[in-house]
């Protein structure tokens, strides 16, 4: 425990209180502003988002407590280069905007998995997606942030890490399970608000504790644990290249020809073909404020750079000792991880800079970064396994029983993700991001190239993308594994792995891009090519064709069917019970909704609560219009019609969120003639400056 455990103050509490009656308040406004009890309202929140809620939304989905506590410990521990990954989200959101979009959209699906089975048919596929993600999610997502945000609060109030977990999942269990997209996104939006303010308020605080940017120039290399400074180890010091993002191409950890080429496969999945992300953007009431909302968290994505990636610097500064700790005793006396401790870099800074009432907020801060993503995570992950897996197992369930299903898997996951927590303590040194990067480069390259092949090559079939998906999937697996098996050395230490495990994951993931894509391109051409029905509005080339297609009106047909036979059941239950069965021998024609509110009786009190908990109704006519409301609704947004000044006003945006991103790559990847090295000779002698540590 560090000695800035328990320093929360009554301000402080006070400030987390109002930010919890906040959310509290948002809540129970967004329950009343979608139609929760339909497939739609609840797993897309009845397509009428606008681009403010839907950019905040993929701001908010992506910044979460992984990135609050994993960007500023991969910023501790080797400087601004993780900050590539976020100016390369400015392209890619753009990518899925206007490119991926537009396709999903016109498609009318809920889930990206739903999108390759219209696009090439079967189920096979559809499952294996599905699972794919979810194990993804698990991996990369849901264990990372109950671990992050759990170790903001064991340092912030000193509590046991796995009892944060427990307190944090049944909070944002509740917000998903009751509410939907729908309050999922309107908390987003909160949220973001509340962490952009929050950290940017601390990094301004922080800058000013070291002197401002050139002050971190300046004392950043210079950021050593004591036992550097007396000489007892060459471990801890800061790399040379430390203020450059793009880096040497064969002996760093940013890789310039790995990040362009091979990131790239695994940043196009994230942010074009990963359920959480896409989710909020299909849930935008047009194709406009889709791609209005994509570039505006574009625009938000060139912040964390400097609000997360350079407080965690800014933190090693000023606490070398336990952020960049180099003995393993000492590091697992500060943050339970004999690995490093670079990821207590933003809790450390906040815990010891902040005034009294701040230090409340940035917890409010990480405890928003968390629910959004959480909230976000569990939703989709219930829209992947509600919609494609169980959906596609049980053919008759009807709408109710969907509902019931998304929330119940909910809670499967909250379980599954805490028994992966344990392992995330001693992986990647520590380094939460670059875990995370590692993971998503073994397993996403061969889900990039068959989502990419599928929307561009009318030609690709079913059998093609299957295999790929196999082949890369295996390839992936097995590298993974090695990661697992032999683990990076060290400090020290003599790197015994074998050569393909120290070939970096940039590197690996192109190679699995490229050997999925040869894989499809080949199976495709020696097989049978697609019926022509599914390419109807699949592709970007087809995207706007108006041909209705056999398929969506058997899909249709069918959910309708079983609603209208659990509506048959419903109202002959009430009339079982009124008049033991003689009435519904009579009836020869269906029940109407009409005949249903004939003998309604009221619902017992627990009941009530748990239909407006789940957001569902017991009166059929009122579902009944909900769903017609909703179906009209979808036809209008599939049709993928835009304003001319809006379409205008976009792509001026476009172009410069595009140059602002090309700008930055550019301007922090160029070396600048800065410290590039320790200023402090090394070994230091043990005592200097009267028995302290040097003034850096």
């Known amino acids: 425990m560090t000695s800035s455990q328990g320093k929360l103050s009554v301000a402080d ?126 991996f990369t997502k849901i264990s990372v942030n109950m671990y992050s945000g759990a170790l903001f609060i064991q340092q912030s109030v000193g509590w046991n890490l796995y009892v944060s977990i427990f307190g944090l999942l049944t909070l944002t269990g509740i917000c998903t399970v009751t509410g939907g997209l729908a309050t999922v996104i309107y908390l987003d939006t909160l949220m973001a608000f509340v962490m952009v303010g929050g950290a940017t308020l601390m990094t301004i605080i922080g800058f000013n504790k070291i002197g401002g940017y050139s002050g971190l120039r300046n004392n950043f290399v210079n950021a050593v644990p004591d036992e550097v400074l007396l000489g007892n180890t060459t471990c801890g010091i800061p790399k040379a290249d430390a203020f450059i993002l793009l880096r040497d191409p064969l002996h760093s950890d940013i890789p310039w020809p790995g990040f362009l080429l091979g990131q790239t496969t695994a940043s196009i999945w994230y942010w074009c073909a990963d359920q959480v992300i896409v989710q909020r953007a299909l849930a935008a009431k047009s194709l406009s404020h889709a791609q209005g909302g994509a570039i505006l968290a574009g625009y938000i994505k060139v912040l964390p750079m400097f609000i997360m990636v350079m407080p965690g610097m800014i933190s090693r500064v000023l606490f070398p000792n336990e952020v960049a700790c180099v003995d393993p005793e000492k590091c697992f006396e500060y943050c339970e991880s004999r690995t490093g401790c670079t990821n207590i870099a933003m809790p450390k800074l906040v815990l010891e800079i902040m005034p009294s009432g701040l230090r409340g907020m940035m917890l409010a801060v990480m405890m928003a970064a968390l629910m959004s993503d959480l909230t976000s995570i569990f939703n989709s992950a219930s829209t992947l396994f509600t919609m494609d897996i169980y959906r596609s197992i049980r053919k008759k369930a009807n709408t109710r029983e969907l509902m019931i299903v998304g929330r119940i898997f909910i809670v499967i996951l909250c379980v599954v993700g805490v ?84 070939i970096h994951y940039f590197y690996i993931a192109l190679l699995l891009f490229v050997l999925s894509c040869i894989v499809c391109i080949v199976v495709s051409l020696m097989t049978d090519p697609p019926d022509e029905q599914l390419i109807i509005r699949t592709t970007v080339w087809t995207k706007h064709d108006d041909t209705i297609r056999t398929d969506e009106i058997k899909e249709e047909h069918e959910l309708e069917e079983n609603d209208d036979v659990d509506q048959r059941h419903r109202v002959d239950s009430v009339l079982q019970t009124q008049y033991g069965g003689i009435e519904m021998a009579e009836k020869e024609k269906p029940l109407q909704a009409d005949d249903f509110l004939m003998f309604k009786q009221p619902l017992p009190w627990w009941k009530r609560a748990a239909y407006f908990l789940c957001g569902l109704s017991d009166n059929i006519a009122e579902e009944k219009k909900d769903a017609e409301e909703q179906k009209q609704h979808l036809k209008d947004v599939i049709s993928l019609k835009q304003h001319p000044i809006a379409k205008r006003a976009l792509r001026i945006n476009l172009v410069i969120v595009l140059a602002v991103c090309l700008f930055l790559q550019v301007y922090f990847s160029i070396p600048d003639g800065g410290p590039r090295a320790p200023t402090i000779p090394l070994p230091y002698p043990p005592f200097v400056n009267n028995g302290t540590r040097p003034e850096l």
């Open 419 to 502: 028994a992966w927590v344990p392992i995330l303590k001693e992986v990647q040194g520590g380094q939460l991001f670059i875990y995370i990067q590692a993971i998503s480069s073994y397993l996403s390259p061969p889900i990039t190239a068959v989502y990419l092949i599928a929307i561009f090559w009318k030609r690709s079939n079913e059998s093609g993308t299957f295999w790929a998906l196999i082949v890369g999937f295996i390839a992936g697996i097995i590298r993974m594994a090695l990661d697992f098996s032999y683990p990076a050395p060290k400090c020290g230490e003599e790197d015994t792995r074998p050569s393909v495990v120290k």
């Open 13 to 138: 509490v006070c400030v987390i209180v109002a930010y919890l009656l906040g959310v509290i308040g948002v809540g129970i406004w967004s329950i009343f502003q979608s139609k929760r009890g339909t497939v739609s309202g609840y797993f897309l929140a009845g397509r009428f988002m606008t681009f403010l809620p839907v950019g905040m939304s993929l701001f908010a989905s992506n910044i979460g407590s992984e990135h609050l506590i994993g960007l500023s410990g991969s910023g501790a521990a080797a400087g601004i280069g993780v900050g590539a990954f976020e100016f390369n989200a400015l392209l890619f959101l753009q990518l899925l905007g206007f490119v991926f979009l537009p396709v999903y959209i016109a498609s009318g699906v809920y889930t990206l998995p739903e999108y390759i089975h219209k696009r090439f048919g079967g189920n096979r596929i559809r499952i294996f997606l599905s699972l794919l993600s979810l194990l993804l999610y698990i």
